[in-house]
């Protein structure tokens, strides 16, 4: 993309030499003497229009590194993208092979579009999408469409991977397609209750989620952020 956008500008910027010179030598004077200046001047204003980060989480069951989570943030002006995969596998009787991937954009801090989609043993188990359309938001349940009787969402799950929710009260879960109470515990710690009777345990620092705990009624799962995994 970057390359094609700097050709893109050296045609420009040598039709318009051309206009404003009558003669081509002139313009590729001009051209030799300002193009690495036009050319680090873009790459700048590149760089600093998307900022990406990218988190690295192991998912710890009993002390054991049983999978991965990989979370990428993209900021582009009032735009926000987050996209989220992770892949865990573990041995609970059977062994239990789990894929997840999610995506979540923002306009403006309003949620345009999320989609969760999770494989369990091969089996596609959730394919749910979440659309704001014409002031309200559309959801589809495994191909099902309905309606979600809200104006706006500002707050989403996976945005708690990488934004502390001071004073947030609810946070708007993309797989449950409903919103969920979450409690501030002090020390930087929130609890998110889910409608299946399990919770998790949400730990910041520095605004950054560096842990959560995972309760479910048969086993606790920790997702922990590796060391030195934001780049």
Request: aromatic share 12%.
């Amino acid at each position: 993309m970057i390359p094609a956008f700097i050709i893109w500008l050296v045609k420009k910027y040598l039709l318009h030499s051309k206009k404003e010179n009558k003669q081509y030598t002139i313009g590729s004077a001009v051209w030799k003497k300002t193009s690495p200046l036009l050319i680090w001047l873009m790459l700048v204003a590149i760089t600093s229009m998307a900022q990406k980060q990218v988190y690295h989480y192991n998912v710890l069951y009993k002390g054991n590194n049983i999978g991965n989570m990989y979370l990428t943030q993209v900021q582009t002006g009032d735009a926000l993208s987050i996209k989220v995969a992770s892949n865990i596998q573990m041995n609970m009787l059977i062994n239990v092979r789990v894929h997840v991937a999610e995506e979540a954009s923002y306009k403006e801090d309003k949620l345009i579009y999320s989609t969760v989609y999770r494989k369990v043993n091969g089996k596609e188990k959730a394919n749910r999408q979440t659309k704001y359309c014409n002031g309200s938001y559309e959801i589809v349940t495994e191909g099902k469409k309905d309606t979600l009787n809200k104006t706006a969402i500002n707050y989403n799950l996976v945005r708690l991977y990488c934004k502390e929710p001071f004073n947030i009260k609810e946070v708007y879960s993309d797989a449950f397609q409903q919103f969920l109470t979450i409690e501030a515990l002090g020390d930087h710690k929130y609890k998110l209750a889910l409608p299946d009777n399990n919770y998790n345990v949400y730990h910041y620092q520095n605004g950054i989620c560096n842990r959560v705990d995972v309760h479910n009624t048969f086993y606790t799962v920790q997702m922990q952020l590796a060391q030195n995994s934001i780049f």
